[in-house]
């Protein structure tokens, strides 16, 4: 299945006001690109920073977009980071939030993974926080818009293990995407690697089309025990957001009005405290995953749902999620 870029207008048939406008947000995860007839690059960052929170920084996360073309093939994937940090560049000198760092893709098994290190600190000109090398593998590509490919039994490898204890050795963090039935294998790589900064996005993704559209119940209830085992890692912290993406199956996507604030505090909320209740406000993050979640809400809306999840926390556990954790995490200045 492929997906499609949503128009500006569908999404601005949901129009609400702005909640708690002045409160700073540190955006921890967005993607930049220009494939397919997609083009989502600073412009349309900001006009989605910039639709009313107050959004001050941002963290780009690798997509796989940019890649040079030609040179060793373990280098390519600094490409994306050239291309990106021409964006950071002229956030820092525009009006609109600033892309503060960059965490770029680098194949942790590979013998030159120092050598790749290398390449995205010197590029990145400052930028350059950490790598993504997900372990997503999906066992019903067929059902899936956005399908994860990676190797099976990535996770398990040592080569791989020991990739991830040179992040910690090197200063950077670890991010992952990976799918609900992965969560414990995810478990096993933090401990694995203890002294290593492991970023959980995305819940886990908990899947909600194909096979597992009519089981999201029995998912919920194992996806619980799953991450309380994961929030026992002391150096996890967990990313909270990126369920608006299509797989999940709240079908806002597939409508003719894309997702409002309360639907999806309605059919999310729980997700999100659940995981704050596991990690402690200190180690969570909200976070955006646009342009994927666009797919289904505005990033104006979403943010919106995300102050409502909010809203009985405590001051002090609202500024870290909202933006404390993120800076802690990503090494920002404040």
């Known amino acids: 299945m492929a997906i499609h870029n949503p128009s500006q ?57 940019n890649y040079f073309d030609e040179g060793p093939k373990h280098l390519k994937p600094v490409g994306e980071t050239s291309y990106v940090v021409g964006f950071a560049e002229k956030s820092q000198a525009g009006q609109g939030s600033k892309i503060s760092g960059i965490v770029a893709h680098a194949d942790l098994t590979d013998p030159h993974l ?31 818009s956005i399908a994860g490919k990676y190797q099976e039994g990535l996770s398990k490898s040592e080569d791989f293990c020991q990739g991830l204890r040179r992040l910690s050795e090197r200063g950077f963090t670890y991010d992952c995407w990976l799918y609900h039935y992965q969560i414990l294998e995810f478990r096993d790589m933090a401990l694995a690697a203890p002294d290593t900064t492991m970023v959980f996005n995305h819940f886990g993704t908990p899947i909600g089309v194909g096979p597992y559209a009519d089981n999201r119940e029995e998912i919920f209830e194992q996806w619980k025990e799953d991450v309380a085992a994961v929030a026992e890692c002391a150096n996890v912290v967990a990313k909270l957001g990126g369920l608006a993406m299509p797989d999940n199956g709240f079908g806002w996507d597939l409508r003719d ?78």
């Open 9 to 65: 207008e569908w999404l601005d048939q949901v129009q609400e006001p702005t909640l708690d406008p002045d409160r700073a947000i540190v955006d921890p995860h967005h993607h930049l690109w220009n494939r397919g007839g997609w083009t989502y690059e600073l412009k349309q960052l900001w006009r989605d920073t910039g639709s009313g929170h107050n959004i001050t920084q941002t963290i780009f996360i690798e997509c796989g977009a």
């Open 114 to 144: 120092d050598e790749i290190l290398d390449a995205h600190v010197e590029t990145g000109k400052g930028y350059f926080r950490g790598i993504r090398h997900s372990i997503a593998r999906a066992q019903h590509p067929e059902s899936m």
């Open 257 to 334: 009005t894309p997702g409002t604030s309360d639907e999806l505090l309605e059919a999310q909320a729980r997700y999100y405290h659940h995981a704050i209740h596991c990690f402690g406000a200190d180690r969570c993050m909200f976070e955006s995953n646009f342009p994927v979640d666009r797919l289904s809400i505005s990033y104006h809306t979403l943010w919106n749902a995300l102050k409502k999840i909010a809203v009985d926390y405590s001051e002090e556990d609202k500024t870290a999620m909202f933006s404390g954790t993120a800076t802690r995490i990503y090494k920002l200045i404040d």
